[in-house]
């Protein structure tokens, strides 16, 4: 049985539930109110991408806040991919993932496989719909990748978005 140790990063705006996401897949726990990444929170899982296939992953939880811009170029050196994370009930993350995906490829690589991510899907029945899914489709795969809406609340397809992408990871590299 092979196994890989791969270094995946959580990005996107501040406040769009990547600590949640971490929280869930790693503990299967959500809690309501997190409080503000600084910096970065590192984590490990190991994901069974295909029977009998093991991946580690260090899951690097990278703040949003603007003000972090500066030290997170540093994040990025060695990280293998990435879930560029946005909140489904509010445009301006949507908007923003084109202006983090620039920035991941500038600092992480061209080539670097990711997964776009639409968070808290759980709250579209309240809220409707304000992210046009299949344009978040269309985006994710016109930059060569796919498009999953998960809730960390529910916990609805979020160990679905890190298999998915340790597969593409995996699969970039065996090409």
Known sequence: MSSFKLKVL??????????????????????????????????????????????????????????????????????????????LTREQTYTETKKWLTEIRQFAGENIPFVLVGNKADLLEDVGRVIDSDEARKFAEDEGSIYIETSAKTGNHVDDAFTELTRRIINSRTK
């Open 10 to 87: 959580l990005t996107g705006a501040a406040a769009c539930g990547k600590t949640s996401l971490v929280q869930r897949f790693i503990k299967n726990h959500f809690q309501a109110n997190y409080k503000l990444t600084v910096g970065v929170d590192i984590l490990t899982k190991d994901v069974e991408f295909q029977p009998g296939e093991v991946a580690t992953l260090s899951i690097w939880d990278i703040g949003g806040q603007q003000r972090f811009e500066f030290i997170r170029s540093t994040f990025y050196k060695g990280a293998a991919g990435t879930l560029l994370v946005f909140d």
